[in-house]
């Protein structure tokens, strides 16, 4: 679940707007600067992926009932639908998936992919558009979001206590996608609310964050709601998720969807649809 959306809207708002025009109007003549982007951005996201991968472990814990039975009740209804007893815990994950996404008014079609650990949190996320390319990741405590014209020219490199307090969010939000990761450890801790909600806090490299999340009567995770940096503020943060389907047994969601909640009205600026999904492959695609 990215925040490039705001990064974007700075970029819309200034003289770059005219190089995104400009871009449209001779992307024949870009092309090659493109694909030299492509080249040089594939080799160092390979590199990255390497480095996430080597900082965490690989779990040799299996889940049982017995681990949940403290939790809240719509916890425990949770991992009842999402696990299967004597589930290994998942350390790897990496996926593909296509959506769309919204800088600001009209939507554009996206593609991406993204890798996970789970014992040590971090996740490193690259998605393409027509026109522009952007990475999102948080390893080893830093968050940093970038953002590349045709691939190659950058407009965009946050980082920060805001992007890693966000991007440590992105993945607490995307945890549904490995259910073992949202079980109680040193790091993360559930408290109760409601007979329909609970919240998880996560704590890595001295940053805590926190999430409330809703479940159905089936044990489903329907949505959550966070705190998240929007520019310098904190503002409503929501996502939600769909199409549950049962992989290497577990159950999770396949479409997820993200806005922001502000002042002046919901912003839903993200519309992700996963395509393929693996466990414990530390491999670029």
Known sequence: MIDTKLCLLSILKTENISIIISARRIEFDLKPIELLGDVLTKKKFKKEIEKLFS????????YTSKLI???PEPVQRYFRYSLTENQSFISYVRLLHRGEFRPKDSWVNIKGEEYFTTQKPGFIWIGK???FLAKDSYIGGIGNLKVKLLSLIKIVDGKGEEFNQGELLRWLGEAPLFPTALLPSDNLRWEPIDSNSAKAI???H?????????F??????T????????ETTLENWTGYYRDYREIKGMRIPFDVEVEWNLESGDYKYVKFKIESIEYDVPLKY
């Open 69 to 71: 039975e403290e939790l």
């Open 216 to 221: 159905n009567e089936e044990g489903q995770i």
């Open 202 to 204: 996560l704590t890595d």
């Open 129 to 131: 558009t027509a026109l």
């Open 206 to 214: 001295n940053i805590t964050v926190e999430s409330v999340f809703f």
């Open 223 to 230: 949505q959550f709601k966070s705190k998240r940096y929007y």
């Open 55 to 62: 900082l965490s472990n690989i779990s040799e814990q299996k």
